[in-house]
């Protein structure tokens, strides 16, 4: 009976996709939507060794049952818990550490002109309407692309000097 099995599961390795398919819908009687190799390959390989060495004692059946039937699972996280999450982490993933705090005015000087940004909760307000990222108010003031923390002076460039060997 062992080398049955075993000359069957190195068949196994043989078999194209479809034929796999096909040996596992004559040993689970359904499909399985899986065209991956190894998973239909490991799939039949215990079928074939459950059926071989008689699977799961009645008790052992009994008991996950048992279990199966008593568990309280929780597949999905409460609505109102997973909103609170949510919101927590787009906030702290939003919120930059080098913006200053909720309220400050920020001020530049640009083309004669001064453009100044008040830091808001959720983004930033520029001449009374709201964006998102300092870097859209840039590229408004300017015309062009701007890195907003660079344009308002929140951040610097680092500029490495190349030494001559």
């Not at 590229?139 to 907003?148: D, M």
Request: proline fraction near 2%; hydrophobic fraction near 35%.
């Amino acid at each position: 009976m062992e080398t049955t099995l075993s000359n069957n599961l190195d068949e196994l390795q043989q078999l194209s996709i479809e034929q796999l398919r096909r040996r596992y819908r004559e040993l689970f009687e359904e499909d399985h939507p899986t065209t991956h190799r190894n998973v239909l390959v490991r799939r039949i390989a215990w079928r074939l060794q459950s059926v071989a060495h008689g699977g799961l004692s009645d008790r052992a059946r009994q008991r996950a049952s048992e279990l199966a039937r008593d568990a309280d699972l929780r597949v999905l996280i409460p609505r109102a818990l997973k909103q609170t999450a949510a919101r927590a982490s787009a906030h702290q993933a939003r919120r930059d550490p080098r913006l200053p705090e909720v309220g400050t005015v920020i001020r530049r000087e640009y083309a004669g002109r001064a453009v100044e940004v008040v830091i808001l909760e959720d983004g930033f307000e520029y001449d009374g309407i709201r964006y998102d990222s300092l870097s859209a108010i840039a590229t408004k003031v300017t015309g062009t692309r701007w890195n907003g923390f660079l344009f308002f002076g929140l951040a610097r460039r680092t500029h490495r000097k190349r030494g001559r060997r």
